[in-house]
């Protein structure tokens, strides 16, 4: 049994639920956007933690600190060529 189950089992036995959830899950939103007419197509996933790269010896990435990880994790990325994104507004037929 993991920690967090633990301890939402033992606050669930007094009455007390979703302890857990409110201290540390939190909702990351991802958004595409097309750079010809701005259309933007938004989803929301909740976690409750980050999965921050150290070293991606495949894409040659290596981040020194913690704070390293987060830009890289937070950066833009571009989608082109055979990651294009098909935006329903520009290509409704794709």
Same mark, same amino acid.
């Given at each position: 049994?993991?920690?967090? $189950?633990? !301890?939402?089992?033992?606050?669930?036995?007094?009455? %007390?639920? &979703? !302890?857990? &959830?409110?201290?540390?899950? &939190?909702?990351?939103?991802?958004?595409?956007?097309?750079? /010809?007419?701005?259309?933007? *197509?938004? *989803?929301? #996933? =909740?976690?409750?933690?980050?999965?921050?790269? !150290?070293?991606?010896?495949? $894409?040659?990435?290596?981040?020194? *600190? %913690?704070?390293? #990880?987060? =830009? *890289?994790?937070? =950066? !833009?990325?571009?989608?082109?060529? $055979?990651? =294009?994104? #098909?935006?329903?507004?520009? $290509?409704?037929? /794709?």
């Amino acid at each position: 049994m993991q920690l967090f $189950d633990a !301890v939402e089992q033992s606050f669930e036995q007094n009455g %007390v639920f &979703g !302890v857990i &959830g409110d201290l540390y899950q &939190g909702i990351n939103t991802g958004f595409i956007r097309c750079l /010809k007419c701005d259309y933007e *197509s938004r *989803s929301e #996933a =909740k976690f409750f933690d980050l999965q921050l790269t !150290v070293k991606n010896e495949f $894409d040659n990435e290596q981040n020194a *600190s %913690v704070e390293e #990880a987060l =830009k *890289s994790f937070l =950066k !833009v990325e571009t989608l082109n060529g $055979d990651n =294009k994104y #098909a935006c329903p507004t520009c $290509d409704p037929e /794709k």
